[in-house]
């Protein structure tokens, strides 16, 4: 698993350093738009630490796009279909939060995203990660408490749960099992 976190690491960071070229942004105005110091942007960029989501979702935001659409475009190559060996696995080194993209690169406006969080783990994204988008939560297995600005919804095995208008949230899987949960992303 190391070997294929350090290559989806380094993937990750080509396209951010990739995304940032096209702009003609130095590393510093990244950063200032970001709010992620420009140092650690350039380990990202050179693959030599594996971002946490909350800094990926951040740098997405800067590029105006999602955390989903930042990762599909390191990783994914194009076409009508995606086997499941080939669908990129990425995992949050601060909570073990594994994240898997199953959609095809394709235009339709629409990804979907398969997410184990470990029982007890916590991921927060800040309201600006959902500025583009309208997403839906499926809880496949365990139980996860999704807190949307401040109103928390307790999901159940079986649940679906549209989001409302984009706000601060936090993935809570508060056990005994982890949270595993599809996530349906409409861009807008």
């Given at each position: ?54 800094l990926l979702v951040r740098i997405a935001a800067a590029f105006g796009m999602t ?77 996860l408490e999704f807190t949307e600005g401040d109103i928390v919804h307790k999901l ?33």
């Amino acid at each position: 698993m190391d070997d294929i976190a350090n290559d989806v690491s380094s993937t990750i960071g080509r396209r951010i350093r990739t995304e940032r070229v096209a702009r003609s942004w130095s590393l510093a105005e990244l950063a200032e738009r970001s709010d992620v110091s420009k140092a650690m942007l350039s380990t990202i960029e050179r693959g030599m630490t594996s971002p946490t989501a909350a800094l990926l979702v951040r740098i997405a935001a800067a590029f105006g796009m999602t955390l989903s659409t930042l990762i599909a475009r390191a990783e994914l190559q194009g076409g009508g279909l995606l086997r499941e060996g080939d669908q990129p696995l990425w995992r949050d080194p601060a909570t073990g939060y594994v994240r898997r993209h199953l959609s095809p690169v394709s235009d339709m406006p629409l990804e979907l995203i398969r997410v184990q969080l470990p029982a007890g783990a916590k991921v927060s994204f800040p309201a600006a990660s959902y500025a583009f988008i309208r997403q839906q939560i499926w809880l496949i297995s365990g139980r996860l408490e999704f807190t949307e600005g401040d109103i928390v919804h307790k999901l159940e095995t079986g649940d679906c749960l549209a989001l409302g208008a984009p706000s601060d949230c936090v993935f809570h899987a508060p056990g005994p099992d982890a949270a595993d949960y599809l996530v349906a992303l409409a861009r807008r």
